[in-house]
């Protein structure tokens, strides 16, 4: 067991279940990283301010540099024993340099350290998740582009609908994504607020200096209330929220790719690098990998409200129960990073089975709101269009004919506004060409929107 940093006041060892119970190491060691580049900074704080000396501060530098190759390169072995990253590496330092390492800890707290180190990770895995989110628009992008001439049903309740372009249903994705991009770069901006000095929670009477860490550590300021610093976990449950309406969007992706891929819709081939088969049922091919993409977004969830849970009852200050604020900040990021690759590399493989899509495409009923607004542009209120083509469509599915095969004079007995060259309407190509508002599936407006995102995502 290694030894506390509390230890000297307590007339007993600790009871073994207490250290067990009590211990973070076996997920804070992820920490270690940062850890040590927070302790070198703050070293060398210590140094400038002469607080402690600068050949103190040069060996503690020294050890710590030590400490952290072995973390990079995975040859660092975390203690079992020790309560967590912390003092897992204060007292490797002791170990590797005596007397100076037990200056580090001058002016800090594990409270504020804790703080700093999440919210340094935290920056840098937004980063990475960033890279991955633009990666994934790019392979949606692609598809899109190679695409870019298909015209599908669109459902709205999932019921057939109206044709739209592919291209605009997979750039819904792109502009879902974006936001997710967006909401992360927003909360990294608080994150970017360095807590060291804040100590336990009220500060220091030693004379240090805030704003060198801050330099230092590549922050861009200082927090301002040394009880807030310890006390707040925003930052996490920020991200956790984040994560979390990221993975609502990559799962309900899933979930078109799941109905796409069936027989029934059969709009779309995953390649079988990306599918699995039944062990019973040999003609199988299982959309498996989009199912779990599916099925991890439940967790997700409960990482968010499990870490909301965690804090809405602590009195404001440090408490232990933060501790338990890594693993589902640690379950979801990794969840979100697994998801986000494996998706890219699915997307990729996608291919659109066009000529099932087009014999979809072909359901009149597509076309009704187009037949609507031809007649409002003769004159008609909107009210009474919609009743007219109301009726023929009832008729027409009713005595099981199209609307392509009614006479003129059928027609006419709808409306006399109604002429044959409404069947000119009746094709997806003409219907997505029929749009014109900013935003919608016109093939000229999507087009620009491609060439657009294309730029922005280079
Ligand atoms: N392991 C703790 C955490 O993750 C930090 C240590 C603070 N412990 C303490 N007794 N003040 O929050």
Known sequence: MAKKLWGTRFNKKTHALTDKFTSSITFDQRLAKYDILGSIAH?????????????DTQQIVKGL??????????????????????????ELLNKKIGQPAHKLHTARSRNDQVALDVRMYLKSEIDDLVEFISQLQKAVLKFAISNSKVVIPGYTHLQIAQCVLLAHHLLAYVEALERDKQRLLDTRKRINFMPLGSCAFSGTGLKIDRDFVKKELNFSGVTANSIDSVSDRDYIIEVLADLAILSVHLSRIAEDLILWSTKEFNFIDIDFSFCTGSSIMPHKKNPDILELIRGSVGKI?????????????????????????KPPLFDSIDAVRDILEIFMALFSSIVIEKESVAAKVKDESLFSVDIVEYLIKKG???RQAHDIVGRMVR?????????????????????????????????AWASVNLKKSFGSTNPKLVKRQLVAWNRKLK
């Open 43 to 55: 070293a060398k704080m210590l140094a400038r301010q002469k607080i402690i000396s600068q050949k």
């Open 65 to 90: 540099n030590s400490i952290l190759k072995d973390v990079i390169s995975g040859k660092f072995k975390f203690d079992p024993g020790a309560e967590d990253i912390h003092s897992n590496i204060q």
């Open 301 to 325: 969830q409960g990482d968010l409200s499990s870490v909301v849970m965690l804090m809405k009852g602590l009195p404001t200050s440090y408490n232990r129960d933060m501790q338990l604020d």
């Open 380 to 382: 008609l209120s909107y």
């Open 395 to 427: 008729d027409c599915l009713d005595k099981g004919r199209k609307i392509s095969s009614l006479s003129g004079k059928e027609l006419k007995r709808y409306s006399p506004k109604l002429k044959e060259d409404i069947k000119e309407l009746l094709n």
